[in-house]
């Protein structure tokens, strides 16, 4: 018994728990926090795995499984639902076969999204069930429920996890092995189910809402709908991460904890709040469990205490519970150190975006305009739209090289958007390899259809990089680490119709200047590909560069790069050989006007 | 050299079996603090303890600050550690010692690696790098038990600093609860075998430094 108890991830128990529930297709595109679950899966060589181009394909070939009767599931983090919205509408209006199961993770606090959005409201809006699990062993049997409920009543499921449920270890009593339910699936013909003309479309809407009352049963007597009585004085509803705040902070009070939280348990929550004298909900982000038991016609309180924004932690529910007088004032907590430096996340040493971020800062004189950004309102000399990606990481200073970042594969359009307003300064969109893949394309189909006059800069690392090193389209290998075919992006960029490429090397100062220069004077759509190798997979490092201290003149140019490797102690600035990526970067070098870094 | 600047304090926590532990690990997106407290957690786990531990990664993986909470008791509820709550501090650089003190309760355990890697603001000049008595004093605000050992340069005579992260469990080890054979055995199973060896020597060095230390000021 003691072997099967493991320290595992949410993410890695939601793999166990899918691949022990016999799923036999799932599809994901990379997104903090929900990355690690496909790819704990696709370790799995007897099921499909595969990294999608965005998530919106990646739903749908979720659901052309589900619909040959295999279980199939797709996972995301929760700006991914937005990319994926359409199909998740229609998965919901078809119907599956074999069981469906869509995995949102969510954000709160942001820790490495654009936006705290809370995808709850999704499953209410597509008529779905909800799970929600607490910690990793929730995860583990959640995902064994969420088939059996998607096979018992023809509907997608969606679970619900957040980062601190995917990112945290605990404690797992992996119980099942694995079991296909349906070990031969086909495709059935089945107009009325799948073809969402209005003429099938509208009665089967109304098999939702008939689904949507047999799920309202259903949630009445679903074994991970649990209350737990202590102290009738106080009750809690709670779900997700929230429920563990919530324990610690009042120990003694009556708990009801959701596990599934769409549809609620009306009759439980009713009866719950009838044997408790103050009704309270904890939960994070939006009042979505609270607005919904309000409508009830239950008392309940809960947002007008915690707040909306950000994540929970024990710390925080007790400051918010003490302000409502549910606990009493305790002991001051110590303000953290004052004064100490920050120390924000930075480009690696070595990393292929430096180079052309550099030449982007110098041409477009971001560091004047930062200077001068309280002198009112100036258009950069260069504007630079973003996107998602490490490359975000070049708005800071010292690069500090763009001007907008909104979701995946924005940046195109917007710079089209902007050239089109009739800005006068030139407009570059920038874009990773992956983020074009997943949603840059038809921009640039866009962008050469409509004749904006913009660049269109695509870092081409050869990774989906920030999210920790996944394949994509474009680097001609499986999630299951098979060779496949390789999109190169050269060749669709021309076959879409651009006619002014260049390819560049991420590493070569000059090329990227001359490049840049050039493609920015041009009166048509254009595309510069810098490529160069992700730092973080060049295995090989050789030959760190060294200052030669009696050439330095602190005139400190290298640092104006942002290399981690290149630092600065009692005013000689050097380079940490332990952190320099040598040979295969050499920026510093190239740019040293006194020619003091060598090898 | 040791840099030794605290009194010989009651440890409490190497002797009988403590009911509960919070611990907090940090250090700079590189220098291997979630192997640390993974390891931390599996050693816990296979103790009896019920553990659960948490990263506030996202995007410091890139050089920024990192911190991972783990938390071992008979029964944990919340991953992440209340603030004031915090029964040892493991810190794999300085500065980032300084900015979670906060979180020690009174009385608690700081282990400091003696070793700064400024971050760009300071190389840019923008910031002051805190001094050793800065650091000391906001560590000093919770507790007297401050421990600082010089992890790096013993690592890099053993020959391969990236042991950094073993040897500060090799300190945090004399302090546990948990049973030194438990403790090797946990890092000979997430260790490759050809750097298993080095790893369970820096594992080694680390008690015997933090014995030291503990012996020295007395």
Not at chain 1, 220 to 240: A, C, H, M, Y
Not at chain 2, 212 to 217: A, D, F, Q
Request: neutral net charge.
């Amino acid at each position: 018994m003691e072997k099967t108890l493991q320290l595992i991830s949410g993410n890695e128990a939601l793999a166990l728990g899918a691949y022990h529930s016999g799923v036999q297709v799932a599809a994901a595109y990379p997104g903090t926090p929900s990355t690690e679950i496909l790819e704990n899966l696709a370790r799995f060589k007897d099921i499909y795995a595969e990294w999608s181009t965005n998530e919106k394909v990646a739903m749908e070939v979720a659901m052309g499984a589900a619909y040959t009767g295999a279980r199939a599931m797709v996972s995301m983090k929760m700006v991914g639902l937005n990319v994926a919205s359409d199909p998740f509408m229609a998965a919901s209006y078809t119907g599956i076969i074999g069981g469906l199961v869509i995995i949102c993770a969510d954000d709160p606090q942001i820790h490495s999204s654009q936006n705290e959005q809370d995808n709850r409201h999704y499953a209410r809006m597509a008529k779905i069930p909800m799970l929600e699990p607490t910690d990793s062993q929730d995860a583990y049997d959640l995902m064994g429920y969420a088939f059996d409920i998607s096979e018992e009543f023809d509907t997608p499921v969606m679970l619900r996890t957040t980062t601190r449920i995917s990112h945290s270890k605990s404690v797992v009593d992996l119980n099942r092995t694995r079991k296909v339910k349906n070990d031969s699936p086909a495709f059935f013909f089945n107009q009325q189910k799948y073809i969402m003309l209005p003429v099938n479309a509208l009665p089967r809407h109304a098999l939702m809402e008939k689904r949507m009352l047999k799920l309202k049963e259903y949630t009445e007597t679903f074994p991970l709908n649990q209350i737990s009585w202590g102290k009738r004085d106080l009750g809690i509803v709670t779900s997700g991460v929230a429920y563990h705040y919530a324990r610690e902070v009042f120990p003694e009070a009556s708990f009801l904890k959701l596990g599934m939280t769409w549809p609620l348990p009306e009759k439980m929550i009713k009866d719950f709040a009838g044997q408790v004298d103050r009704l309270i909900v904890v939960e994070e982000l939006d009042p979505f469990l609270e607005d919904n038991i309000k409508s009830m016609g239950v008392e309940v309180t809960g947002k007008e205490f915690i707040p909306l924004v950000g994540e929970l932690n024990t710390q925080i529910v007790t400051d918010s519970s003490i302000g409502v007088g549910l606990i009493p004032e305790s002991e001051k907590i110590l303000p953290p150190a004052e004064g100490l430096p920050k120390r924000p996340p930075l480009l690696c040493p070595g990393c292929p975006h430096t180079g052309i971020y550099f030449v982007l800062n110098t041409l477009g004189q971001r560091t004047k305009l930062l200077k001068s950004k309280d002198d009112g309102p100036q258009e950069p000399k260069l504007i630079i739209t973003g996107d998602i990606g490490c490359y975000t990481l070049g708005a800071y200073p010292p690069l500090s090289v763009l001007d907008t970042t909104a979701c995946m594969g924005a940046g195109i359009g917007q710079a089209l958007g902007m050239a089109r307003a009739g800005v006068k300064s030139k407009v570059v969109a920038i874009i990773g390899d992956s983020t074009f893949m997943h949603s840059g394309i038809t921009g640039l189909v866009d962008a050469v259809y409509n004749q904006g006059h913009i660049t269109i800069i695509i870092l081409d690392n050869r990774t989906t990089a920030m999210t920790g090193h996944q394949e994509h389209p474009g680097t001609g290998i499986s999630a299951q680490g098979e060779e496949t075919f390789a999109v190169d992006i050269e060749s669709l960029a021309r076959g879409i119709g651009v006619k002014d490429i260049k390819v560049i090397n991420a590493f070569d100062i000059k090329a990227l200047r001359n490049g840049v220069k050039d493609s920015l004077d041009r009166e048509e759509v254009s595309v510069i590909i810098v490529r160069g190798s992700c730092a973080m997979r060049v295995r090989k490092r050789a030959n760190p560069r060294k200052i030669d201290v009696e050439k330095c003149t602190q005139c400190n140019y290298c640092l104006s790069l942002g290399c981690p490797a290149i630092q600065s102690a009692d005013g000689q600035v050097f380079i940490e050989p332990t952190l320099c990526a040598g040979d295969i970067c050499t920026i510093c070098e190239q740019l040293c006007p006194l020619k003091a870094i060598s090898a | 050299m040791r840099t030794v600047m605290s009194p010989e304090g009651d440890i409490g926590m190497s002797n009988a079996k403590m009911e509960k532990i919070n611990l907090l690990v940090t250090g700079v997106g590189g220098q291997g603090v979630v192997l640390a407290s993974d390891i931390i957690g599996e050693t816990a786990l296979a103790a009896g303890y019920d553990v659960k531990k948490t990263d506030t990664l996202g995007m410091a993986q890139r050089g920024g600050s990192v911190l991972s909470h783990v938390r071992l008791a008979p029964r944990v509820w919340s991953p992440l550690i209340k603030d004031g709550t915090v029964d040892l501090l493991l810190a794999l650089e300085k500065l980032e010692a300084a900015r979670w003190s906060h979180f020690l309760r009174p009385g608690g355990i700081a282990i400091v690696n003696n070793y700064e890697q400024p971050p760009l603001s300071v190389s840019l000049g923008q910031e002051k790098y805190p001094g050793d008595g800065a650091i000391a004093a906001a560590l000093k605000r919770r507790t007297d038990q401050v421990y600082f050992v010089d992890g790096t340069v013993r690592v890099k005579e053993l020959g391969n600093v990236r042991t950094l992260n073993i040897f500060m469990l090799g300190c945090f080890s004399v302090f546990s609860p948990l049973d030194v054979e438990t403790w090797r055995e946990s890092i000979a199973r997430r260790m490759p075998e050809n750097i298993r060896e080095i790893n369970l020597t820096a594992f080694e060095t680390g008690r015997k430094e933090i014995e030291g230390v503990r012996i020295g000021k007395s």
